[in-house]
């Protein structure tokens, strides 16, 4: 059985660095895409960065230059380093996977994966 779990939320003044993790297991994660998704107060779930099993990323343009995802494939942890953090970063953190034959293949398409973490919060205040 898969699972995902986040952690590394919290709450964080504008300009402020975060760190989320997220363990992978039941899943041979090499094979996997893996991307880092938030959901807003009052908004649509959104998808913030991904990367492929090699290791090739994309983001979405709120986060360019702010935000590095990574992936250490010898203990099966996502990360996603945040800096310089706005109040608009503030939402629920998700990340998600999904098995794929390409090494290359990655997506910031929430339909895309089937594979989802419970969240972690990070709140950035003014």
């Known amino acids: 059985q898969v699972h995902l779990v986040e952690s590394g939320g919290g709450s964080v003044q504008s300009g402020g660095s975060l760190r989320l993790s997220c363990g992978v297991s039941?899943?041979?994660?090499?094979?996997?895409?893996m991307a880092w998704f938030r959901q807003r107060p009052g908004k649509e779930r959104e998808g913030v960065a991904t990367?492929?099993?090699?290791?090739?990323?994309d983001y979405a343009d709120p986060v360019k230059g702010r935000f590095t995802i990574s992936r250490d494939n010898s203990d099966n942890t996502l990360y996603l380093q945040m800096f310089n953090l706005k109040p608009e970063d503030t939402a629920i953190y998700f990340c998600?996977?999904?098995?794929?034959?390409?090494?290359?293949?990655?997506?910031?398409?929430?339909?895309?994966?089937?594979?989802w973490g419970q969240g972690t919060q990070v709140t950035v205040s003014s």
């Open positions: 998600a996977a999904v098995f794929t034959y390409y090494s290359y293949y990655k997506s910031l398409s929430a339909e895309r994966y089937n594979y």
């Open positions: 039941g899943i041979t994660y090499e094979d996997v895409c």
């Open positions: 990367i492929a099993g090699d290791g090739s990323t």
